[in-house]
C-alpha cells in the first residue's frame, strides 16, 4: 500500500502587498516529515505552485491513488473567500486556496478541490492539511 503526499508552500504572491514568511518552511518541514514516515512526496514552493500547478499535482496523487493507498495533501500559504455562486454554502462563501499567479487566474476553490477529491478510488485513505486564513 503506497503512501504519497503533496506539499505546497507560498510565501510570495507577486502583485499584492500580502506576502508571507514561513509557507515554505512549513511545507519543506511537513516534506521531510512525511518522508520520515515513508512517504513518497511531491513539493511545490512559491512560483512553482501555480494554480495549474496545483490542479495538476492534487489531480496526479488521487488519481494514482489505489485502495489501500493513503495520501496526503498539505498547503501552507494565504487563504480566501469568494461569494458562493451555487447555493451549496450556508454561509453563502466558498473558501479558497490562494495559489503563487492568484491575481492573474484567481483562487483555487473548495469546490474544485471537491471535484477532485471525489475521483479518488474507494478505499484511499485521504488526508487534508491547510494552514490558511480564509477571513479574505
Known amino acids: 500500500m503506497a503512501k504519497r503526499a503533496l506539499c505546497i508552500g507560498i510565501n510570495n504572491y507577486p502583485g499584492t502587498d500580502s506576502d508571507l514568511s514561513g509557507c515554505v518552511n512549513d511545507a519543506r518541514d511537513w516534506t521531510a516529515a512525511l518522508q520520515a ?19 495538476s499535482a492534487i489531480g496526479t496523487l488521487i ?3 489505489q485502495p489501500g493507498d493513503t495520501i496526503v495533501f498539505t498547503y501552507s500559504g494565504h487563504g480566501t473567500w469568494v461569494e458562493d455562486k451555487d447555493g451549496d454554502e ?3 462563501r466558498d473558501e479558497a486556496l490562494c495559489p503563487h499567479d492568484i491575481t492573474r487566474v484567481g483562487p483555487l476553490l473548495d469546490d474544485d478541490i471537491r471535484v477532485l477529491f471525489d475521483r479518488r478510488a474507494a478505499g484511499v485513505r485521504l488526508l487534508l492539511i491547510s494552514d490558511s486564513c480564509h477571513s479574505g
Request: proline share 4%; no cysteine.
Open 90 to 92: 450556508p454561509d453563502g
Open 63 to 65: 488519481r494514482d491513488a
Open 37 to 55: 514516515q515513508g512517504f513518497t512526496v511531491t513539493t511545490l514552493l512559491d512560483a512553482e505552485a501555480t494554480r495549474d500547478a496545483m490542479v
